[in-house]
């Protein structure tokens, strides 16, 4: 599905409902004089005059001259728009009503109805914007977090496109030195594919390693990540569940067996959304309703980013945390143990479950110990990209196609010795995944699920 940019679109750029304003978007060649047709200046004013950018004041109107809503146009020329193209944007009162009257003259003046994302996609398609830039146009929009937000804007400004066009550089030099050599292969060979060709490339490879440990990073700024909160009953899970969301939530009680359900709340840590999954105590039980709790922990288990282990400080680990314990140490997400209620006495110190990483002595009531539980989970969920200034990778496809870059460099750096011929032909290959992520070598279809998941208007 190629947008065709000989057209003029127009779509309702707000989402649905009441606002102080309300805009229709046009873009396209003939987004000036469909405007013109239906708007009529307060002061006489000619929408086709030849400056950048202007705001005109007026109505829009039928086909009768009968008003429809008082508007502001704001006319933008080519190639300084969203699109690249002519564009115009009107200005409504900010409700349904107007908005759909609007948009329906517009329509029926000669501009047809956008698909999700086109006008993005025109910013793609016209070169103003490369596809990493217009992915993080929906990050932008969708951004859950400050620190989610920031992410976006610098993939948006450029970070990841940059950082895509260094790797390709250095893989095109390298690539054009090799054929250079399939073609001399006598005199220039050991000129041309020297020790400084294949030092670049390692650097190239290790780039993308870096780069592809962002990539989860990215996920889980902009989804937020799953944290479940499991133990054995009556170890202080619901206590620390509320003192890290800072609020009373769940219910805490002496008596072990209190949850029975799953209870979830966002919260944050250093600016990454979280969703924190309190479950019930995990133990064989013969009550049918807590067995139903039980499962439920099961699943959020499964679901989990990470996952915090609670055991009860004060007392020796028992043979119910082993099984807890057990079963944790062959999850594939990171675990920390939060050994709780530090504030009571304990006369020795209890061994912690063995073979986590992460351990942390808090205490729920008293609150020691939570800043650092915090920045244990951090760690454990962002590895490397915690604090990195590089920039992230936050789509699946992004991942994919770095990642198969990266085995054809692999695979080009053993080819060394073998044959230039194949040194080449995995040096091609690599370039044309990471084009993927720019948008230089995306097949179409791809596109079409990409630019499909905006919002109409975008
Ligand atoms: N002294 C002290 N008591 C705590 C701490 N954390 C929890 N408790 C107490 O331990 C008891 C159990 O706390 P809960 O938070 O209900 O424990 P739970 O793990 O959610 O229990 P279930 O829902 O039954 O599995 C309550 O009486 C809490 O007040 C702590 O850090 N210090
Ligand atoms: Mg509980």
Known sequence: MSSGTNDTIAAISMPPGEGGVGIVRLSGPDAVRIAARVFASSRGADLSTAKRQRVFHGHVVDEAGLPIDEVLVHRMRAPHSYTAE????????????????????????????????????????????????????????????????????????????????????????????????????????????????????????????????SARAGRLYREGAAVAIVGRP??????????LLRDTRAIVSPMPGTTRDRIEEDASIGGMPLRLVDTAGMRATEDAVEQAGVDLARAALREADAVLFVVDASSPVCDEDRVIAEELLTASVPVIVA??????????????????????????????????????LARALLGAALGADTPMISRLHQADSLRRAKQCLERALDCRSVSPELLAFELREALAALGEITGETTPEDLLDIIFGQFCIGK
């Open 86 to 213: 002519d564009v115009i944007e009107i200005n409504t009162h900010g409700g349904a009503a107007p908005l759909r009257a609007v948009l329906d003259t517009v329509l029926r003046r000669g501009a047809r109805l956008a698909r999700p994302g086109e006008f993005t996609r025109r910013a793609f398609e016209n070169g103003r914007i490369d596809l990493a830039q217009a992915e993080a146009v929906i990050d932008l929009v969708r951004a859950r977090s400050d620190a989610a937000l920031r992410a976006a804007n610098a993939v948006a400004g450029g970070a990841l496109s940059r950082e895509m066009y260094t790797l390709r550089d250095t893989l095109a030099n390298a690539l054009a030195r090799v054929e250079a050599a399939v073609d001399f292969p006598e005199d220039d060979l050991p000129e041309l594919v020297d020790d400084a060709l294949f030092e670049g490339l390692q650097d190239a490879r290790a780039r993308m390693a870096r780069l592809l440990d």
């Open 234 to 243: 009556n170890v202080g899970k619901s206590s620390l569940f509320n003192a």
């Open 339 to 376: 050994r709780n209620k530090a504030d009571l006495a304990c006369p020795l110190p209890h061994p912690e479950p063995e073979g986590f990483s992460e351990g942390c002595l808090v205490s729920a009531v008293t609150g020691a110990g939570l800043e650092a539980l915090e920045a244990a």
